[in-house]
């Protein structure tokens, strides 16, 4: 056997095998469409490199050795990444103000003072606000996606939430235990990985992290002052399997059981460092001070994508953020550990813009927005859609491509992403052909049952 045969005949078992996973891991994961075209190519793709070692008067041509060439040139234009920048998060200037947020505003009571108050000084709002006002609301028994027992499991993890509140702050033990930042920082990142966080960053805290005015309860009003330096952003993974049915109940049973996950971790590392003489501060779901998704960022977690969540290089955005501001010793993770990759694919990929129901996202390229290049979701739009749903939505993230699960497949996928420009490019076309370009949403997990009243 010539040699330039024998290596057509390892490239052809070769993608041969890699389809044929690719076809078992879409089958788990009951893909149809992604099994059926993965059995396709696991069929054709190794044909032209089996054609030497079956037709003598092929093997003897030049035909061997011209698709040797071939192969090699596409794999090189994958491996060639000629503008691969590093992760350099822009600063915005500004800072935000946590009153404009639509967990703010939802909590207005019309005719309140502090309703009146706030549609004098934001007449923009009234109008949008008064729209998704109309609709049956969050958890509500008249939404689009009422779904009693999803729903009940939602509002207990809500509530349960809610009961942290009071342990997010305290005092702080007066001897101070010396532990130098890499120690601290090294024990801090083993003890939340072992409790099941995802992923874990430090950043240094800068104004714009911060809201300057806080929006939500009985602080409402009242300015916000960045006391710590550093700010430890925890991420925890969302189950696919609950997500992939979004908008529906098990979405936002799953949204309100991951901001519970991570707030209670985030609760118990500020009242370590506390207890270590460190003053800190938990940032948990409906008590922030400050933009998880900003701080995660600058922790080296990921990038902000089209969708206007975190991005994280496992997950995407299937992740829910807590943060601990502190001034303990600690050591600020790297950035440019992580190549800037997510935002250049979301330019090509729009598929959240397309399935989004509340039209909330953007398919231009990022713009100007508060002093930084960036997408900016129409909250408003968006909100109106959880308003009519009684969800949290979250089809954008059910869609988005780097959300896929955790396994080797997608794991692959993500890491070429990163890696390869061209193939930032492909993965696009290869994520539209296996899972369409606008995937319908799944059934909730058969274990959720229906309710009879
Ligand atoms: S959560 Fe739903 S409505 Fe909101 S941006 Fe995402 S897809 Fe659109
Ligand atoms: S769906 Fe596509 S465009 Fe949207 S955030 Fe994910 S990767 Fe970016």
Redesign the pocket.
């Known amino acids: 056997m010539y040699l330039t045969t024998l290596v057509n005949l390892i490239i052809a078992i070769v993608v041969f095998v890699i389809s044929i996973t690719a076809m078992i891991i879409s089958a788990y994961e009951k893909e149809t469409k992604a099994s059926i075209w993965s059995l396709i190519f696991a069929l054709s793709l190794p044909i032209p490199f089996l054609l030497p070692a079956f037709i003598p008067a092929v093997a003897g041509s030049v035909y061997p050795v011209s698709i040797i060439i071939i192969t090699s040139l596409v794999l090189l234009a994958f491996l060639y990444n000629p503008k691969q920048k590093k992760f350099a998060p822009v600063k915005p200037a500004m800072q935000h103000d946590e009153r404009e947020t639509m967990f703010s505003r939802r909590e207005l009571e019309p005719g309140s003072k502090r309703y009146q108050d706030y549609y004098t000084t934001h007449p923009e709002h009234h109008d949008p606000d008064k729209k998704w006002r109309q609709k049956p609301g969050l958890l509500n028994s008249d939404s689009l996606f009422y779904h009693p027992v999803s729903f009940a499991a939602a509002e207990a993890s809500f509530e349960t939430i809610g009961k942290l509140g009071p342990f997010i702050d305290g005092p702080v033990k007066k001897i101070q235990q010396k532990l130098s930042a890499k120690d601290l920082t090294h024990f801090i990142k083993k003890w939340m990985l072992k409790q099941g966080i995802a992923d874990i960053g430090v950043a240094e805290m800068q104004p714009y992290h911060y809201y300057h005015t806080k929006g939500r309860g009985s602080a409402y009003n009242q300015a916000i002052t960045p006391q710590h330096k550093y700010g430890v952003a925890l991420t925890v993974e969302m189950d696919e399997s609950m997500i992939n049915a979004a908008?529906k109940g098990s979405a936002v049973m799953e949204s309100a059981e991951k901001y519970l996950k991570s707030g209670v971790p985030a609760v118990q590392l500020a009242t370590f460092l506390r207890e270590m003489g460190y003053d800190a501060k938990a940032h948990i779901d409906g008590n922030y001070e400050l933009i998880c998704p900003l701080v995660a960022r600058d922790a080296a977690l990921g990038e902000i994508g089209r969708?206007g969540l975190l991005m994280t290089p496992g997950q995407g955005p299937r992740v829910r953020i807590a943060v601990v501001t502190t001034n303990a010793p600690l050591v600020l993770s790297k950035p440019a550990s992580i190549a800037y990759s997510m935002n250049e694919f979301c330019t090509y990929c729009k598929k959240?813009a397309a399935?989004?129901?509340?039209q909330?996202?953007s398919f231009d390229e990022r713009k100007m927005n508060d002093g930084i290049l960036r997408w900016k979701?129409n909250s408003e739009s968006?909100f109106t859609?959880w308003q009519t749903a009684g969800t949290?939505?979250?089809?954008?993230m059910a869609v988005c491509p780097y959300a896929h699960a955790n396994n080797l497949l997608h794991n692959a996928v993500r890491s070429g992403i990163r890696y390869s420009k061209l193939f930032r490019r492909v993965a696009v076309i290869l994520d539209d052909l296996f899972y369409g370009k606008r995937p319908v949403s799944k059934s909730m997990p058969n274990w959720i049952p229906q309710a009879k009243s």
């Not at 399935?355 to 509340?358: A, K, Q, R, Y």
């Not at 949290?392 to 954008?396: K, L, M």
């Open positions: 908008p969708m959240c399935v989004c129901p509340g909330a996202i979701i968006c859609y949290d939505c979250g089809r954008c």
